[in-house]
C-alpha cells in the first residue's frame, strides 16, 4: 500500500511577527519547509510527498523547491484558508482507493525518522494514528472570565504533535462528513475522525524535540536543537580528509597550528599561513595571494578556515584607536577577506568554510567589548552568508571552543589550572568533524560538560 506524506505549508504565520510566512523563514541555512521536506524525502517508509502552500507564494515555493534535488513531490497545491480546507485539498489529490496518508505540519521540521516509520507501520493494524506526548504542565480550564473552573488530572493528558496518519478512506469519509456539516470546524484530522467516531485512534510516541515552530521564540529554540542534532559527530571517519586541500590562515600557533598538524596526521594536504609567513588577513592581497599559490599547486582547495584573531583586554576609553581598528580588523575584516577570496575555490570543490568565534558574541562583557561585537559580527556574517552560498554549494559553520589553552589566552590571563582549560589538540578535532558534515549557517559548541566558556 502506497504512503503519502501531506505536508500543510499553507499558513501565514502571523504569530511569528516575521513578513514571511514561517515555513519560510530560515534555520541553519534552509528554509523550514525545505527542512520539513528532506525528512520525508530520505525516509524509506515514505513513497510521496504532496505540499499544500499559500496561494501568494506558490512561485515563491516552486523556487525554493527548484533549488532542491527533491525526487518525491507529486504535487504542489494551493491550500485553502483554514487547516481543515487545507488538509481536505491534499487527501481529495490523492486517486488511489487505498493507501496510507501522514498529514505533517510543515512547520515541524525536527520531525524524526523514528516517527514516521511508527506511524507508516501502525497503520497495518490501526485505522487512525495520533503522535503525542505527555504534558509535563498542570493544564487547567477556565471560563471567559479568565477565572479557574477546574484542574485536569495530568496522568490522563497529553500534548498532541504531528504527524497523523490514517488509512485513505477512513480520511476522505471524515471530510466528506465534516463538509456536509458545514459549521463543524476542528485543528486537526484526529478531531474530525474522533467526532464521527469513525475508528478508535492510536496513539504513537511522539518526542519533545518535534515542535512546532509558532512564535519567534520558538525560531531560537528549533535552531539551537538542529545545532545539537547536527553535532559533529565523534563517530566521523576523520580519514575523509585524506588527499583533501585544507588552508588554514592563522597557523603559527595555537588552535590553527593544532588543526594543521592533526589534518597532516589524516592525509590531508595542508596549507598553513599567518603573519610569520607573510600573510595578514587584514590585507586581501595577502590572501589571495596565498590562495593561488595552494591552486597552483594543487588544483583545487576542499575547506578553509581561519583561525587568525587578536584580543587586547581594556576598556574602551582606555585603547588607543590604532589598537581599537587592529583588533576589528583582524577579527573581523579577516573573516569577510578570506570569505571574499575563498568563495570562488570553494564553488567549484563544493567546499566548506569554518570560522571561530568565543561564547562573549552572544553577550558583551567589560573590558571585551571590541573583542565580543567582532565575535557577534562573525557569527553574523558566516550566518548570512550560509543563506547567500546555498545554491554555490558552499557550507559555512562556526565554531565556539570554550576557554582553551592557547598562546593568546596565556598572555591575557597568565597561568591557569590544566583542568579548566580545553586543549588545542580537542578544539582541532572537532573543527576537523564540522568541516566533514553537511549542514552549514552553524554555530557549534565545542566544550567538555565540566568545563565554563570564556
Given at each position: 500500500?502506497?504512503?503519502?506524506?501531506?505536508?500543510?505549508?499553507?499558513?501565514?504565520?502571523?504569530?511569528?511577527?516575521?513578513?514571511?510566512?514561517?515555513?519560510?523563514?530560515?534555520?541553519?541555512?534552509?528554509?523550514?519547509?525545505?527542512?520539513?521536506?528532506?525528512?520525508?524525502?530520505?525516509?524509506?517508509?515514505?513513497?510521496?510527498?504532496?505540499?499544500?502552500?499559500?496561494?501568494?507564494?506558490?512561485?515563491?515555493?516552486?523556487?525554493?523547491?527548484?533549488?532542491?534535488?527533491?525526487?518525491?513531490?507529486?504535487?504542489?497545491?494551493?491550500?485553502?484558508?483554514?487547516?481543515?480546507?487545507?488538509?481536505?485539498?491534499?487527501?481529495?489529490?490523492?486517486?488511489?482507493?487505498?493507501?496510507?496518508?501522514?498529514?505533517?505540519?510543515?512547520?515541524?521540521?525536527?520531525?524524526?525518522?523514528?516517527?514516521?516509520?511508527?506511524?507508516?507501520?501502525?497503520?497495518?493494524?490501526?485505522?487512525?494514528?495520533?503522535?503525542?506526548?505527555?504534558?509535563?504542565?498542570?493544564?487547567?480550564?477556565?471560563?471567559?472570565?479568565?477565572?479557574?473552573?477546574?484542574?485536569?488530572?495530568?496522568?490522563?493528558?497529553?500534548?498532541?504533535?504531528?504527524?497523523?496518519?490514517?488509512?485513505?478512506?477512513?480520511?476522505?469519509?471524515?471530510?466528506?462528513?465534516?463538509?456536509?456539516?458545514?459549521?463543524?470546524?476542528?485543528?486537526?484530522?484526529?478531531?474530525?475522525?474522533?467526532?464521527?467516531?469513525?475508528?478508535?485512534?492510536?496513539?504513537?510516541?511522539?518526542?519533545?524535540?518535534?515542535?512546532?515552530?509558532?512564535?519567534?521564540?520558538?525560531?531560537?529554540?528549533?535552531?539551537?536543537?538542529?545545532?545539537?542534532?547536527?553535532?559533529?559527530?565523534?563517530?566521523?571517519?576523520?580519514?575523509q580528509l585524506q588527499n583533501k586541500v585544507l588552508v588554514i590562515f592563522g597557523s603559527s600557533r595555537g588552535i590553527g597550528k593544532a588543526i594543521?598538524?592533526?589534518?597532516?596526521?589524516?592525509?590531508?594536504?595542508?596549507?598553513?599561513?599567518?603573519?610569520?609567513?607573510?600573510?595578514?588577513?587584514?590585507?586581501?592581497?595577502?590572501?589571495?595571494?596565498?590562495?593561488?599559490?595552494?591552486?597552483?599547486?594543487?588544483?583545487?582547495?576542499?575547506?578553509?578556515?581561519?583561525?587568525?584573531?587578536?584580543?587586547?583586554?581594556?576598556?574602551?576609553?582606555?585603547?588607543?584607536?590604532?589598537?581599537?581598528?587592529?583588533?576589528?580588523?583582524?577579527?573581523?575584516?579577516?573573516?569577510?577577506?578570506?570569505?571574499?577570496?575563498?568563495?570562488?575555490?570553494?564553488?567549484?570543490?563544493?567546499?566548506?568554510?569554518?570560522?571561530?568565534?568565543?561564547?562573549?558574541?552572544?553577550?558583551?562583557?567589560?573590558?571585551?567589548?571590541?573583542?565580543?561585537?567582532?565575535?557577534?559580527?562573525?557569527?553574523?556574517?558566516?550566518?548570512?552568508?550560509?543563506?547567500?552560498?546555498?545554491?554555490?554549494?558552499?557550507?559555512?559553520?562556526?565554531?565556539?571552543?570554550?576557554?582553551?589553552?592557547?598562546?593568546?589566552?596565556?598572555?591575557?590571563?597568565?597561568?591557569?589550572?590544566?583542568?579548566?582549560?580545553?586543549?588545542?589538540?580537542?578544539?582541532?578535532?572537532?573543527?576537523?568533524?564540522?568541516?566533514?558534515?553537511?549542514?552549514?549557517?552553524?554555530?557549534?559548541?565545542?566544550?567538555?560538560?565540566?568545563?565554563?566558556?570564556?
Open positions: 500500500m502506497k504512503a503519502y506524506a501531506i505536508l500543510l505549508a499553507s499558513g501565514i504565520g502571523e504569530r511569528t511577527g516575521s513578513d514571511l510566512p514561517k515555513q519560510f523563514l530560515k534555520i541553519s541555512g534552509r528554509t523550514i519547509l525545505e527542512h520539513s521536506i528532506e525528512v520525508f524525502e530520505r525516509n524509506g517508509s515514505i513513497d510521496e510527498i504532496i505540499v499544500v502552500i499559500n496561494g501568494q507564494y506558490v512561485d515563491f515555493c516552486q523556487k525554493i523547491l527548484d533549488q532542491n534535488s527533491f525526487k518525491k513531490i507529486g504535487k504542489i497545491l494551493v491550500g485553502g484558508k483554514t487547516r481543515q480546507k487545507s488538509s481536505h485539498i491534499g487527501i481529495s489529490s490523492i486517486v488511489e482507493d487505498e493507501a496510507k496518508v501522514l498529514i505533517h505540519d510543515a512547520v515541524r521540521p525536527l520531525i524524526s525518522d523514528q516517527i514516521i516509520n511508527d506511524c507508516v507501520a501502525a497503520l497495518d493494524k490501526h485505522d487512525a494514528i495520533d503522535v503525542a506526548i505527555p504534558t509535563a504542565d498542570t493544564i487547567i480550564r477556565v471560563n471567559n472570565d479568565m477565572i479557574v473552573e477546574d484542574i485536569l488530572p495530568r496522568q490522563f493528558l497529553m500534548r498532541g504533535q504531528t504527524p497523523q496518519a490514517f488509512k485513505l478512506g477512513i480520511i476522505k469519509r471524515a471530510h466528506s462528513l465534516a463538509i456536509e456539516s458545514s459549521n463543524l470546524k476542528f485543528t486537526d484530522d484526529c478531531g474530525l475522525v474522533k467526532m464521527f467516531n469513525l475508528a478508535e485512534i492510536h496513539i504513537i510516541k511522539g518526542e519533545e524535540s518535534n515542535i512546532k515552530i509558532t512564535y519567534p521564540i520558538d525560531l531560537f529554540v528549533a535552531d539551537k536543537l538542529f545545532q545539537i542534532k547536527h553535532l559533529p559527530s565523534i563517530d566521523s571517519d576523520l580519514i594543521a598538524d592533526l589534518a597532516q596526521q589524516y592525509g590531508a594536504k595542508t596549507y598553513g599561513f599567518s603573519r610569520a609567513n607573510g600573510t595578514d588577513v587584514r590585507d586581501m592581497s595577502s590572501i589571495q595571494r596565498a590562495l593561488k599559490e595552494v591552486v597552483s599547486r594543487e588544483r583545487c582547495v576542499n575547506f578553509i578556515i581561519n583561525t587568525a584573531g587578536i584580543l587586547k583586554l581594556g576598556n574602551l576609553n582606555d585603547k588607543p584607536m590604532p589598537e581599537v581598528r587592529d583588533e576589528i580588523e583582524t577579527n573581523y575584516i579577516g573573516c569577510i577577506n578570506v570569505a571574499r577570496a575563498s568563495h570562488d575555490y570553494l564553488k567549484r570543490s563544493k567546499g566548506a568554510l569554518l570560522f571561530f568565534t568565543s561564547s562573549s558574541h552572544t553577550r558583551g562583557r567589560a573590558s571585551y567589548s571590541i573583542y565580543s561585537s567582532t565575535k557577534a559580527a562573525i557569527v553574523n556574517l558566516a550566518q548570512a552568508l550560509s543563506e547567500e552560498w546555498t545554491s554555490d554549494g558552499i557550507r559555512i559553520n562556526i565554531i565556539n571552543p570554550a576557554r582553551t589553552s592557547t598562546p593568546m589566552r596565556l598572555s591575557n590571563f597568565g597561568e591557569e589550572p590544566p583542568e579548566t582549560l580545553l586543549s588545542p589538540q580537542f578544539v582541532a578535532e572537532k573543527a576537523l568533524r564540522a568541516l566533514l558534515q553537511d549542514y552549514t549557517g552553524q554555530v557549534i559548541d565545542c566544550t567538555k560538560n565540566e568545563l565554563p566558556y570564556f
